[in-house]
């Protein structure tokens, strides 16, 4: 089988740079090596920027976004007992977020290609990616209990930084920059209704902790906690009990938490990884292979998604007029991108966070920082614009 781009990975990324080339009349192939089930039910992100809410509805994936996604102007950041609202749309001219989990994102992206697009293969197992340098790299996979290979004009790895897409660089020719922090996150899902509108972000001595959502009904909680942490440690009671001290909502009249069934329960590292350059010959990476970010600053389906809008711009101009201008410029456009948000994720992690070895006089120096963005418009303009996401060529 042969196709023009084909695209490892039915993460949102892929989903969706295989829904814009299907659009600029660009055949694709999609291979995944998970089955749909898992695909659509697979928790990760849940903050759609403006951008990427305008690419999701100009990709035909917005009527449901538009009816269950809930539009956020602003997040609450909390520390020494007081609360400060970042005023989104005043502060970036109009930009807003949305609340709408990566799941259904997943979801609506997979029933528009099932329905109008290209293959979209589960259970479709990529084992390695050669000929990068080639005209015609070639993908090979286990698919219904058999070896086949797709040929392709170029491929795409959306397979995450385990996948098999980030060795067709060559080593040689492949850094990767990392970061691991001393902490991680414990987070939960529960049968409980929001008693707050939008996001809270709180720091405490106690260590940090963040008051989020997935619907009107449903809460996402989430406590720093040390790496290492067991969730069976951490018993429902614990949580809510923990949650409650460190967001310190009960001195707010109506804004207690409300406590539910906990459905899930995680312990989420935190880390920091770009690998540049994210292109070698035919070979492109997107996400999560090329890039990740901690979830403190919501940047990484954002990132993901702004890779791949970029890039099923390249193909289309080169489609149109021949030329692999854009497409040469992919890594460097993106990577400026990239590396704003690494920055953005790191400032909002570490200023909001309690490092374990960290001494008294870093704890003031957050605080300074968390004053700032209380008393300075242009620092609290500095994260709305950060947070609502920069223009896609920055």
Not at 81 to 87: K, L, P, Q, S, W
């Amino acid at each position: 089988m042969h196709t023009t781009v084909g695209i490892i990975g039915a993460g949102p990324s892929g989903l969706l740079l295989a829904r814009l080339l299907h659009q600029a009349g660009i055949d694709s192939v999609v291979l995944e090596s998970r089955d749909r089930s898992y695909v659509e039910r697979r928790q990760r992100a849940g903050i759609l920027e403006q951008a990427t809410v305008d690419a999701l509805r100009a990709a035909g994936a917005g009527a449901r976004l538009d009816a269950e996604g809930l539009p956020h102007d602003g997040i609450e950041l909390r520390h020494d007992g007081r609360a400060t609202r970042i005023d989104f749309p005043a502060l970036t001219g109009g930009r807003r977020v949305w609340v709408y989990a990566q799941t259904e994102v997943v979801k609506d992206l997979v029933a528009l290609q099932l329905a109008e697009g290209g293959p979209l293969h589960f259970e479709a197992e990529v084992t390695a990616v050669e000929g990068a340098d080639t005209d015609r790299p070639r993908v090979h996979y286990r698919h219904e209990g058999r070896e086949k290979t797709l040929t392709c004009d170029y491929v795409v790895g959306c397979d995450g930084y385990h996948g098999v897409t980030r060795h067709a660089v060559p080593e040689s020719e492949r850094r990767t920059f990392e970061r691991t922090y001393p902490y991680s996150w414990l987070g939960i899902l529960a049968e409980a209704p929001p008693a707050y509108d939008e996001l809270i972000y709180a720091h405490s001595e106690r260590g940090f902790a963040l008051a989020s959502m997935r619907s009107p009904s449903v809460s996402r909680l989430y406590l720093q906690v040390p790496n290492g942490t067991d969730p069976a440690d951490w018993p429902d009671e614990r949580v809510w009990d923990e949650l409650d001290a460190r967001l310190a909502l009960t001195a707010d009249p109506g804004r207690r938490l409300i406590r539910g069934p906990v459905t899930q329960k995680s312990v989420l590292p935190m880390r920091s990884s770009v690998t540049e350059p994210m292109r070698h010959g035919r070979v492109f990476l997107a996400g999560d292979a090329a890039h990740i970010v901690p979830p403190t600053g919501a940047k990484g389906l954002n990132l993901a998604a702004a890779d791949v809008i970029v890039l099923a711009r390249a193909f289309a101009h080169h489609a149109k007029t021949g030329s692999t201008e854009l497409l040469d410029g992919y890594s460097d456009t993106c990577l400026r991108r990239v590396w704003r948000a690494e920055h953005f994720s790191y400032a909002m992690t570490t200023t909001l966070h309690t490092d374990p070895a960290q001494s008294p006089f870093d704890t003031r120096l957050q605080q300074s920082q968390l004053d700032r963005i209380a008393t300075s418009p242009h620092a609290a303009a500095e994260l709305a614009e950060n947070y609502t996401g920069l223009p896609l060529d920055v």
